[in-house]
Each structure stands twice: as C-alpha cells, then as structure tokens.
T-cell receptor, first 116, second 106 residues
Framework: DTGVSQDPRHKITKRGQNVTFRCDPI?????LYWYRQTLGQGPEFLTY????????KSRLLSDRFSAERPKGSFSTLEIQRTEQGDSAMYLC??????????????FGQGTRLTVV | RKEVEQDPGPFNVPEGATVAFNCTYS??????FFWYRQDCRKEPKLLMS???SGNEDGRFTAQLNRASQYISLLIRDSKLSDSATYLC???????FGTGTRLQVFP
C-alpha cells in the first residue's frame, strides 16, 4: 500500500498521559499536514511541514501539542498531559505541490484518540 | 472570521434531485480550492479541484466566484450513494470548512 499510513489507528489513554502518533506520507510528497476532527466538524488544521521545516502552526494549538518531521519523511504528533477535550480523530495528509499549489492531498485513515 | 465557511446542513433531498452547496472564503489571495467527500468515519477523499474556469465531472459541477469569494458545488440527479459530508478547502494551506452534510433519500 503506497498511501498515507497512520499508526496507531486507535488509542485509549488516561487523562494526564502523553501520547505520540506517527504518520508516514506518500514517499515523494514533501508536504505533510496534521488535522484534528471531532464529530460533525470538518478537519481542523493543526500544523504543516514542507520537508523537515514546520511552516505553520495553528494558534489554536496549545503548548501541549508538538509535531516533528526530522528527516522530511515520517512525522510524529505528540500530545502531553492529555485532557478529555483532546479526544478526537487525528488526521494526517500529504501532498506534492506544483508551482506552489496543491493539486491533491491524500489523507491517512486517522488515529482515533480517546482520553478517559 | 474563519478562512473557509460552509453551511453544515444537513441537506435532505430525494433521489434524482439537484442540490447545490456554497462555501465562502475570506482570503482573497486564495487561487484555487478543493471539494472533498467524507463518508462517515472515513478519511476525506478528493472529489474535484476548482480553478477560475470551474470544473465539471459527470453529475458534479464546481464553480469559483472570485468577486463574491465563494465556491459552489452542484450535484445533479442525486443518488443514494451521494450521501456524505462535502468539505470545501483552499489549495494553498489546505484549510477546510466544517463540511456540508448531504442525505439523499429514496
């Protein structure tokens, strides 16, 4: 399968614990995006990378969230001291812009986080 | 104001109906947009891209109105299988709206 893959697919954690999710983009894609989605809402932009550089981070993202893409390939999203409000689907997408514009972005199947 | 806004719906239409959704955007510098389709508990998948000239693919037509800063999606001859959430997003930052839910009934 050469699509975007995310791991794990599901994560249940206790409030206060740290969690880390991984995203493997399509291999030649240099852009990688992270989103959070709750029921009935669209994907909420969190951050994105161009190769290993984190170019933008949502103002809505608290300091408990951090993302990395150290070698410009896979990316990790860490949430520290999880809260119940962090329960959501975390989606990753990748793209290969042409002329600075995305022609299509492909999404992974997401990691569903439940904080209890 | 959110960068991309949509009416969440739901739009409930009978099979065979024509339905249209609009999506407004605030950044006048955005040049092109996407419509994505998302089925329940699935990841979004690209439906079509929208550039200044618009786009048509079978029963689906998308238009971009720069003067009024909105994008439209028209679905003709609705099928039961069209029931889904339709997400509008800009191509530069991949910012999406909340999505519009469509339910087609028999």
């Amino acid at each position: 399968d050469t699509g975007v893959s995310q791991d794990p697919r599901h994560k249940i954690t206790k409030r206060g614990q740290n969690v880390t999710f991984r995203c493997d983009p399509i291999s030649e894609h240099n852009r990688l995006y992270w989103y959070r989605q709750t029921l009935g809402q669209g994907p909420e932009f969190l951050t994105y990378f161009q190769n290993e550089a984190q170019l933008e981070k949502s103002r809505l993202l608290s300091d408990r969230f951090s993302a990395e893409r150290p070698k410009g390939s896979f990316s990790t999203l860490e949430i520290q001291r999880t809260e119940q409000g962090d329960s959501a689907m975390y989606l990753c997408a990748s793209s290969l812009p042409r002329g600075g514009l995305n022609t299509e972005a492909f999404f992974g199947q997401g990691t569903r986080l439940t904080v209890v | 104001r959110k960068e991309v806004e949509q009416d969440p719906g739901p739009f409930n239409v009978p099979e065979g109906a024509t339905v249209a959704f609009n999506c407004t955007y605030s950044n006048s510098a955005s040049q092109s947009f996407f419509w994505y389709r998302q089925d329940c508990r699935k990841e979004p998948k690209l439906l079509m891209s929208v550039y200044s000239s618009g786009n048509e693919d079978g029963r689906f037509t998308a238009q971009l109105n720069r003067a009024s800063q909105y994008i439209s999606l028209l679905i003709r001859d609705s099928k039961l299988s069209d029931s889904a959430t339709y997400l509008c997003g800009n191509t530069d930052k991949l910012i999406f709206g909340t999505g519009t839910r469509l339910q087609v009934f028999p």
